[in-house]
């Protein structure tokens, strides 16, 4: 059975940082497209970041130069580290697993992604 598990989201003050950890187990996805997505009150989920296979990454225009998103392959992990967090960044952000394998560029399209963590929140104060 494929689990993804978030963690590392919580309370900071803009401006802070924070750390997102997505483990993955059931199987591996060394392969696979892996994403970041949020979702906040009211809104549509959107995407944030993602990476494929071969570390080519892609950024939401609203994160660029803020977040940083990275894999381990041998902890079947993948990590969004958010600096220069904003009040606008408060959502529950979501890992993700790509269906496709060994894709030339990640997808930032949900319809991209099979399988799906919990989320975790993450609150920005002002």
């Known amino acids: 059975q494929v689990q993804l598990v978030e963690s590392g989201g919580g309370l900071v003050q803009a401006g802070g940082s924070l750390r997102l950890s997505c483990a993955a187990s059931?199987?591996?996805?060394?392969?696979?497209?892996m994403g970041w997505f949020r979702q906040a009150p009211g809104k549509e989920r959107e995407f944030v970041a993602a990476?494929?296979?071969?570390?080519?990454?892609d950024y939401a225009d609203s994160v660029k130069g803020r977040f940083t998103i990275s894999r381990d392959n041998v902890k079947n992990t993948v990590y969004l580290q958010m600096d220069s967090l904003k009040p606008e960044d408060a959502a529950v952000y979501y890992c993700a697993a790509g269906r496709i394998r060994m894709s030339p560029r990640p997808s930032t399209d949900p319809v991209g992604y099979a399988y799906w963590g919990q989320g975790t929140q993450v609150t920005v104060s002002s």
């Open positions: 990476i494929n296979w071969n570390d080519n990454t």
């Open positions: 059931g199987r591996t996805f060394s392969s696979s497209d």
